[in-house]
């Protein structure tokens, strides 16, 4: 069994490690990018081969490697290649995956792996099935963050060090730079250095089940020798030199993988004193990409717009509703009121009487006002 991927000459290209060795995949670009390509079946000259069907499926999965055999799927696709029979000589068959959703960017981690992969399968009834798999790598591009605040805090020991730090934003992308500043607001223990790293935690697993990997990525130092109140130290930090990818939170409830500025003062007894702090990455557009490559403006803003009117339709279609109801009620309540008023008729002289009764409730009392007066 061979797959050929279409367009394999033109697109890019990532190089991973699986199972301790080098592999080289294609790049593919959110839902709109088309998965084609070529299987073929080849079969040796005058050999026959009975089959109970040959199938094609595009998968993508998430794998814990403490879960081995319990894989989770949040995408299956698949072709009929040929039905049950007889196989005798060799074949090719062309096939694309249009618009196949491609929610979350691959990822290849110390426990977790998320992958999108093609699996071909002949079918047979007694032997196994026959299988060759064809794995692609996918980029999410997200739009750029609206909302990208300052971090800023205040953190210290009491009466001894008491210090504010202070970045630029709390976004990145994966290129960026990570701007800062620390102020000593009070200084009364000797602080001989201050370094700062950057921290990959990986989480998998879920509930008491979770089990955490941390990695420092770098650590340099940023600050050497006792500082003095009110002195202001500056931080910059270029993302661009190291092998990172986006945060990922709560992938299908398997797995996360969370990024960490660690500020750590050590002073003169070498006592260590940090603080952390979580920043989110994201992956933008490169603008070198071609036009084939480049993400259409429908994958970048298409389903997060379609959420957002499909909330909006929610939230208008309960708004009515809590109209609808509010006039009911108030309707309701404008009859019970007149039906009151009604109730009461104004005589000559001003006063109310109550309104005559109907003839057969009035009957009905008299009668058994008498019974009531009848003698024992």
């Known amino acids: 069994i061979d797959i050929e991927i279409g367009d394999a000459e033109n697109r890019r290209k990532v190089e991973i490690s699986k199972d301790g060795k080098a592999e080289e995949l294609l790049v593919y670009v959110g839902d709109e990018d088309v998965v084609q390509g070529k299987v073929k079946l080849n ?36 072709k009929d290649l040929l039905p049950a029979g007889m196989l005798d000589k060799s074949q090719e068959f062309d096939f694309d995956f249009q618009n196949a959703a491609k929610p979350h960017e691959s990822y290849n981690g110390v426990n977790a792996r998320l992958r999108y992969f093609l699996r071909v399968s002949i079918q047979r009834s007694l032997a196994p099935n026959i299988t060759k798999e064809q794995d692609i790598w996918v980029y999410v591009y ?18 001894c060090l008491h210090i504010e730090f202070e970045y630029a934003k709390s976004k990145f992308h994966l290129k960026d730079v990570v701007i800062g500043k620390i102020y000593f607001l009070l200084v009364r223990i000797k602080i001989k250095h201050m370094e700062i790293a950057l921290l990959k935690r990986e989480s998998t697993g879920s509930g008491p089940n979770v089990y955490n990997e941390s990695e420092t990525l770098t650590k340099f130092e940023i600050m050497d020798g006792a500082p003095v109140r009110g002195e202001s130290i500056p931080v910059r930090l270029f993302l661009g030199g190291f092998d990172l990818t986006p945060t990922y939170r709560s992938i299908e409830q398997k797995f996360s993988l969370k990024y960490y500025l660690n500020l750590v003062l050590v002073d003169e007894e070498d006592r260590r004193y940090f603080k952390q702090q979580e920043i989110t990455l994201w992956r933008k557009i ?39 109801r509010a006039k009911r009620k108030e309707k309701k309540q404008k009859e019970s009121k007149k039906a009151k008023d009604t109730s009461e008729e104004p005589t000559a002289n001003g006063e109310t009487t109550e309104k005559q009764e109907k003839p057969e409730k009035k009957e009905k009392k008299e009668k058994k006002e008498k019974k009531e007066e009848a003698p024992a």
């Open 43 to 78: 079969m040796k000259p005058g050999k026959k081969f009975e089959h109970q069907g040959v199938k094609l499926e595009l998968i993508g999965q998430i794998e814990l490697f403490f879960d081995r055999g319990n894989h989770s799927e949040f995408l299956s696709l698949q």
């Open 286 to 324: 490169p603008s070198g990409l071609s036009k084939i490559e480049q993400p259409t403006q429908s994958y970048a803003g298409k389903r997060e717009a379609a959420a957002a009117e499909e909330k909006s339709r929610k939230d208008a279609a309960q708004k009515a509703k809590y109209e609808k």
């Open 142 to 159: 997200p739009m750029a963050p609206e909302i990208n605040n300052t971090i800023k805090m205040e953190v210290g020991i009491e009466d």
